[in-house]
């Protein structure tokens, strides 16, 4: 009787340090899951101050992209102009041997055209240079 | 009597049951505990590494802003130039314009007048190209300088890409084994950055982008790549930067927060006593790398490296991809095609290096030949030329030699700091990695610094150190050193670094940062890797392309020739120009060779060139 009685607190003992074993458990999960929650909090604040640390690299980055571009255009400019001088060139030749009805026709299309690439080429350029200005203002802006 | 012995025999049984319920009720709870504290304990770690980053990444947000404060006015001046050329632009458009409004209207003499204008106004439009290179040059180079935002995304096993800062980027951290060896051991990070294909629906997959160093990061390579590789490239590829282990946002190597010892003048001072402080000093600061970087110091190999980026490529989902890789990254380009040929689509290896001389001794010297040459050309030239800044009666290179003893004896003060001969070497070896390009930048230092103003030139040695205005460093010296001193032939050993301290002797050209690039790795804390892949042939991988550059003095085009024979696929093409690599810098016919082999797969026939 007494070893069944010492086997009994035993076993009690035992369920006792279970029990406290799984209120730790509890516990723990319950620090675990609050500490995901901090976790969370912190990835979201790292996102929003990782974006404000790009803003400035990507304002950069722009002036830098649209300075290429207009680099990057003056060749086509110089191109197209040297197109619209030649078919100018064509249309005065062509006035100057009389035919005033065909150089009036080379002004409005030919010549027209090769003027209109140009302006087009210049509307890329120009719009460039806003997008560099416009960069490089906020990024001042960012600096101050 | 038997029935009251049955009673307690079956309490006994009954009891002994309890207890071996007990004990299995105690030993489960006990592992839910032990289960529950080991999460407990992960989230208190992984919790503690965001705050860190956190931390980390406003430290960026305070540098990117003090580096956009510093380059406002570099920025203005390319805008300002940009603005010239569009002005000329305008005119010239205008004049056109009024040119076919004379004609159609026949006036003759307005015709003449505008075509005398735009006669006089013949060169505007050239000029101002002119005109802007040297602003753009200064305001992309203060480009380099800002740092590279942090990847804000969650540490995982398998790629989850999250939104990369505010460029339209993506990132992902991936966490891969520390050693190859022990695939379930101890874990470190990569950061992978993506930039999506223009074209999605004609993407020809992942092109990796690595821009050598060692220790560079690619990451900021990849935000450089996204300005300057052709349109096309960026059309039909996805761009991934992944910072290699050791380097930048992967796990990187840390030795100190004050690398300035590595420079000190005092390792080249006439007295020995203060040049064996200044080698203690030196070794002091490498035992920080045992202590801040462990176990990632035995593992920083190119062959750990190249596999890393395997794992990314499966990680990514693809059998194949396509590689880019500059310097340094030639050879690891190399070691991949080697070990990976099959998985590879296609590779272009840019300023190409021997792979059997990928990193012996003369990597970590950069008075090497190529480079004292490509200064000793510099200095003639500048000798010949009345205009140079550093034309010095003709004399440049006896001036060149001079200002080094000077500065040996008796550095400069630049504001707190000092500039000595090391450093001062750095800076020249720094325009050297422009090619003829930068010589009047160094010509400039040059003037300065034998005028007393030392501050140009320890900017160049800034620039190439990674040393920021507030006296902190990025991580690519430290990765630098930690790679090139595990893999290096010829390691110098602590009694060859003791032995040059003491006898000193007179230093030639560049030898004072050939030395001090050298010193750290005679203390390094980890030895150098056993078996290092130098003799490979990429057998199996599809053509390879390898460019050199004729004039290149940091990896010379015998480099880029010996690397495409080594090769069994490999294809050289020459870029008869000089500066360091050439893929991005504009050239059309680089550029249409890079193009029609990335997109078309047709590499150029193997020895073919393109003009400067």
């Known amino acids: ?144 | 009597m038997k029935r009251g012995l049955l009673l307690r025999g079956c309490a006994l049984v009954l009891a002994v049951a309890a207890l071996l319920l007990g004990l299995q009720a105690r030993d489960r709870a006990e592992h839910r505990a032990d289960t529950a504290a080991a999460l407990e304990d992960r989230a208190r770690h992984a919790l503690a590494d965001d705050r860190a980053r956190l931390a980390h990444t406003r430290s960026d947000l305070a540098a990117a802003r003090a580096a956009v404060r510093d380059f406002g006015a570099a920025a203005n001046g390319a805008v300002s130039a940009g603005g010239t050329i569009v002005d000329a632009e305008g005119a010239l458009t205008d004049r056109l314009a009024r040119l076919q409004a004379a004609g159609a209207a026949e006036d003759i003499d307005g015709y003449n007048r505008i075509v005398d204008e735009l006669r006089a106004h013949d060169g505007d439009l050239e000029a101002a190209t002119r005109g802007i290179e040297a602003p753009f040059d200064e305001y992309s180079s203060a480009l380099g300088s800002l740092p590279t935002a942090r990847c804000a995304g969650p540490r995982r096993a398998s790629i989850a890409w999250v939104a990369y800062g505010a460029s339209g980027l993506q990132c992902a951290r991936l966490a891969v084994p520390l050693d190859d060896a022990a695939p379930h051991g101890a874990r470190i990070e990569l950061t992978v950055v993506r930039r999506p294909a223009d074209d999605p629906q004609r993407d020809l997959g992942p092109l990796f982008i690595n821009p050598g160093g060692p220790g560079l990061s690619a990451i900021a390579a990849l935000r450089v790549a996204s300005l300057t590789l052709p349109d096309e490239v960026l059309r039909r590829f996805d761009l991934i930067g992944v910072d290699p282990r050791g380097v930048g946002q992967s796990t990187p190597v840390d030795c100190a927060d004050d690398l300035d010892p590595l420079f000190a003048n005092g390792l080249v001072d006439a007295d020995v006593a203060v040049r064996r402080r200044a080698l203690r000093a030196v070794e002091q600061l490498v035992q920080g790398c045992a202590t801040r970087s462990g176990d990632l110091l035995r593992h920083l190999d190119t062959v750990s490296t190249a596999r890393d980026l395997d794992r990314v490529r499966a990680a990514l989902g693809v059998d194949r991809i396509s590689y880019l890789g500059f310097s340094y990254g030639t050879y690891l380009g190399s070691v991949y095609a080697e070990l990976f040929p099959h998985h590879l689509r296609a590779a272009i290896l840019d300023g190409g290096v021997a792979p059997d001389h990928a990193l012996d001794v003369a990597t970590l010297t950069p008075g090497a030949d190529d480079v004292g040459d490509a200064l000793r050309d510099a200095l003639t030239q500048c000798s010949s030329d009345s205009t140079c800044p550093f034309n010095s009666a003709g004399n440049a290179g006896a001036a060149y030699d001079a200002l080094m003893q000077r500065l040996q004896e008796h550095p400069l003060a630049v504001g707190p700091r000092t500039l000595g001969r090391g450093l001062a070497e750095l800076g020249v070896v720094e325009t050297v990695y422009g090619g003829r390009e930068e010589r009047p930048q160094l010509m400039t230092a040059l003037a300065h610094a034998a005028l007393g103003d030392g501050a140009p030139l320890l900017a160049l040695s800034d620039s190439y150190t990674g040393r920021r205005k507030d006296g902190s460093y990025s991580n690519e010296l430290e990765a630098n050193e930690a790679v090139s001193c595990v893999e290096v032939s010829g390691r110098p050993s602590r009694h060859d670094a003791e032995r040059r301290i003491a006898r000193l002797g007179t230093l030639g050209r560049l030898d004072a940062i050939g030395l001090m690039l050298e010193l750290p790795c005679a203390f390094w804390p980890a030895p150098v890797v056993a078996h290092p892949l130098r003799h490979l042939d990429g057998a199996g991988a599809p053509p390879i392309l390898v460019i050199g550059n004729a004039g290149d003095a940091i990896t010379p085009i015998a480099g880029a020739r010996a690397l495409a024979d080594a090769l069994d696929s490999g294809r050289l093409l020459t870029y008869q120009g000089d500066g360091h690599t050439v893929v991005g810098r504009g050239n059309a016919c680089v550029d249409l060779a890079v193009v029609t082999y990335l997109v078309d797969g047709t590499a150029p026939a193997d020895g073919a060139t393109c003009p400067a």
């Open chain 1, 1 to 144: 009787v007494t070893l069944a009685v010492l086997v009994l607190a035993g076993a009690g003992y035992c369920f006792v340090t279970a029990q406290r074993a799984d209120d730790r458990a509890a516990a723990t999960r319950h620090d675990v899951v609050r500490l995901r929650s901090i976790r969370r909090r912190v990835e979201a604040q790292t996102e929003r101050v990782s974006h404000e640390a790009d803003e400035p690299i990507g304002l950069a980055e722009k002036v830098s992209t649209s300075i290429s571009r207009i680099l990057g255009a003056t060749g086509p400019v110089i191109d197209a102009a040297n197109t619209a001088e030649d078919r100018l060139g064509h249309a005065v030749d062509v006035a100057n041997s009389g035919g005033i009805a065909a150089a009036r026709s080379l002004y409005a299309n030919e010549v027209a055209d090769a003027i209109r690439s140009v302006q087009s080429l210049l509307g890329d350029a120009q719009r460039a240079l806003n997008d560099a200005r416009t960069a490089a203002l906020q990024l001042a802006v960012q600096g101050a």
